[in-house]
């Protein structure tokens, strides 16, 4: 079965600092998608990427960028000039074509601090 | 925002007695999910359901079951509930199951004593 790793439980940052969060990832499929997800102190999950696996190309959004590595089967989510509202726990996940489980990893709790 | 609708939003309940969460969706979309996110774990697929009556295990579904009867409708019970099964429960909606992102709703807190 896919697995994802973050291998940073909490990280704590003062505004207007760089930060990037890491996600490994292990799957046996050559078809597979990654997924970035927030989740704010108020409790609900929010898409922010997706990503195939056919496609390696870094992705930027303002203030968020991706860098997908299959050669180091990582996925990681860098927000430049961090702001308190960027105060969340930011979740990887992955699916696999064949099955549909998408299987998320534990978590960054990102504190970003006036 | 998805039309995703979870009940009860908290549960307080007993050792032993059945809980049924439920999960309403206005958007027509095929597959449905739950979650249930624990600290240290990140959150983990219980079962899904790929369409009407449609439904499939996922990597912690011992102690569950869904049923599904109409499209807009999930719902997710625990037989006899224990406190390993206090969580926190997400009911997510996708358009295209696997390649496609998840949206989630709010969330439904259970506390089993």
């Given amino acids: ?114 | 925002d998805a039309g995703i609708t979870q009940s009860p939003r908290h549960k307080v309940t007993e050792t032993g007695t059945p809980v049924t969460l439920r999960c309403h969706q206005t958007e027509n979309h095929r597959y449905m999910y739950w979650y249930r996110q624990d600290p240290g774990h990140g959150l983990r697929l219980i079962h899904y359901s790929y369409g009407v009556k449609d439904t499939d295990k996922g990597e912690v579904s011992d102690g569950y079951s869904v049923s599904r009867s109409k499209t807009e409708d999930f719902l997710l019970t625990l037989e006899s509930a224990t406190s390993s099964q206090t969580s926190v429960y997400f009911c997510a909606i996708s358009e295209l199951g696997v390649p496609g992102e998840l949206f989630f709703g709010e969330g439904s807190r259970l506390t089993v004593l």
């Fill in chain 1, 1 to 114: 079965a896919q697995k994802v790793t973050q291998a940073q439980t909490e990280i704590s940052v003062v505004e207007k600092e760089d930060v990037t969060l890491d996600c490994v990832y292990e799957t046996r499929d050559t078809t597979y998608y990654l997924f970035w997800y927030k989740q704010p102190p108020s409790g609900e999950l929010v898409f922010l990427i997706r990503r195939n696996s056919f496609d390696e190309q870094n992705e930027i959004s303002g203030r968020y960028s991706w860098n997908f590595q299959k050669s180091t089967s990582s996925f990681n989510f860098t927000i430049t000039a961090s702001q308190v509202v960027d105060s969340a726990v930011y979740f990887c996940a992955l699916s696999e074509a064949s099955n549909n489980d998408m299987r998320f990893g534990a978590g960054t709790r990102l504190t970003v601090k006036p």
